[in-house]
Structure formats: C-alpha cells, structure tokens
C-alpha cells in the first residue's frame, strides 16, 4: 500500500510538472536579417530566405521585415509591381500560401504583399498570452502604414480575414475591392464552437497535448482539406520548420483559442468593429469558397 502511495505520488508530480513546462506561455523570438530592401516607402531590412523557402519562390521576389513593435517583426514577401494588392494567410501557414496565385497574377500590373502574422513563419514569435485578435490587427495595420499603401486590393482566408480587414478597418478608405477566400468576420451572437476540434483544444493543458505535443497541427494540413495532395512533405515543412525550429511554437494553438465561441469571447468585441465596418463598405467583392472545408460555418 505505502509503495502504491508513493508511485502515485511521483506520478501526480511528474503530470504537475509535464502540465507546467506544456503550458508555459513561450518568449518572444525576434527575426534579425542582412541588408536592407528599398521600396518606395523607404528602407527595409531585408531577410535572406534559407534554401528550403527560396527554393519554393522566384528570384524577383522581395522578402523583407517591418518592425511593428519593440522586437516584432513581420516578415513580408512581396513582387511585382503596379496596383497593390494585400494577401493575407490564416493558420498555421504563411506568407507562402499565395506563392501559386502569384505565379497566376500579371506581376507587370500587380504589386503582390503577402506578410505574414506574428507568431507564424519568419516573423517574430510571441507569448502565447500576446496573440489577441486586436494586437494582430494593429500590428497588420501598421505594416500598411509602414508601406505607405494608399489603396489597395484585399485577398483573404481563415484568419487572414478577420485580421487582414480588421487591419483595414483601422484604416478605413483605401480598400478598393476584396476577395474572400474561406473566412467571416460576424462576432457569435450564442455560445458556440466552429468545430469540435476548436471545443476540445480551449482545454488547458488537453490543447497543449493534442495541438503541441503529441499531435502536431502541421502534419495533419494535408488532411484538412479537399487536396491532399497539394501539401507535400515539402510545403509542410516549409511552414512547420520556421515556427517549429524558432523554440516557440505556441502560436498555431493560440490561434485556434482566438476563435470566438460566443458574444463575450476576447475576440468577439473586435469581429463586432470589423463587421460594422465591413457593412459599410461599397466596393466590388468575390467570394471563392472551398466547399471541402471541414470548417464551413
């Protein structure tokens, strides 16, 4: 009996200490690059691409940092030139998403700006507690500031489209048009969850198990949509390296908690900003919506 005590003992102890390291909130990570790129809004440090990612894009591409707060950085690709036209990605991918609409696009007419959000890719990793809806928009907000964009073209998905025209709406007037990829931006007015993925994994310590530790959210993109074929082993790593590699992968699962399960969640206030601003708007739109998302609503 006493040896029965004390192995669950050393048992309570050892799930006590794996539940602290799991959930620690991460620090911040800061991309640091080599040179400088020069646009027409002035100066910009440049970020050399490892070869893994250079490979996967042209050589007429820019890629760049715009610091958006002491030691935040979002990394931003970008190429061709003309109109501006504003890509913004979702979870837990990158900038890269738009790599294959680029190719498609008249870069002679076009000016393609793909950032990519905080936490993800090669911009700065945070504390998991600093991923908040509100500090995604300003700091997304403040890289069009930065870049001197006047007007502009929206392209979205996932949260790229709560994020991106939440940025927009902080600076209402120069979106010219937009396209809607697989996103929203209504608050819930009732408690509910997108998904049951999304319920299980608001559980302390259970989303850490399931999203960071034993079931890695990259690995499972093939399987998330339509295609699975189109998210080779290459392309996972190219999204899961950066974030994986940088020793703070909190932001996937973060991300996943920003969802608003009902009208008093911590994102909801914000959603209810972007949506009074977007019924607003009078501008041409399309929508293109994937019907093999597992996340329709």
Do not use: C
């Not at 996932?158 to 927009?168: R, V």
């Amino acid at each position: 009996m006493k040896r029965a005590i004390i192995i669950l003992a050393i048992v309570a102890v050892a799930l006590t200490i794996l539940a602290v390291v799991i959930t620690r909130d991460g620090e911040l990570v800061t991309p640091y690059g080599s040179g400088t790129v020069t646009l027409h809004a002035g100066k910009f440090e440049a970020f050399p691409l490892p070869n893994y990612a250079a490979s996967q894009i042209t050589h007429d591409y820019k890629s760049y940092l715009v610091e958006v707060a002491p030691g935040i950085k979002i990394h931003v690709l970008e190429v061709g030139q003309g109109f501006p036209v504003y890509l913004q990605h979702g979870n837990p991918t990158s900038g890269f998403l738009y790599r294959k609409v680029a190719a498609k696009l008249p870069t002679d007419r076009l000016r393609l700006i793909m950032p990519t959000l905080v936490g993800l890719g090669f911009s700065s990793k945070i504390p998991a507690s600093e991923h908040t809806l509100d500090n995604h928009m300003r700091w997304i907000n403040s890289v069009l500031k930065q870049l001197k964009l006047r007007e502009l073209v929206y392209v979205g998905q996932d949260w790229g489209g709560p994020i991106g025209i939440g940025a927009l709406a902080l600076s209402p007037g120069i979106l010219k048009g937009a396209v809607l990829l697989n996103t929203g931006f209504g608050a819930p007015t009732e408690k509910r969850d997108i998904s049951s993925i999304h319920s299980t994994v608001k559980t302390p310590v259970l989303g850490e198990l399931i999203i960071e530790t034993f079931g890695q959210l990259f690995p499972r993109l093939p399987r998330l949509q339509g295609n699975p074929s189109s998210i080779p082993e290459e392309i996972i790593n190219l999204y899961s390296r950066p974030v994986l590699g940088s020793g703070n992968g909190k932001a996937p699962l973060a991300m996943m908690r920003m969802v608003p399960d009902g009208p008093n969640h911590q994102s909801a206030q914000r959603m209810r900003f972007t949506h009074q601003y977007v019924v607003g708007l009078e501008i041409p739109a399309e929508i293109v919506w994937g019907m093999k998302d597992p996340n329709p609503r």
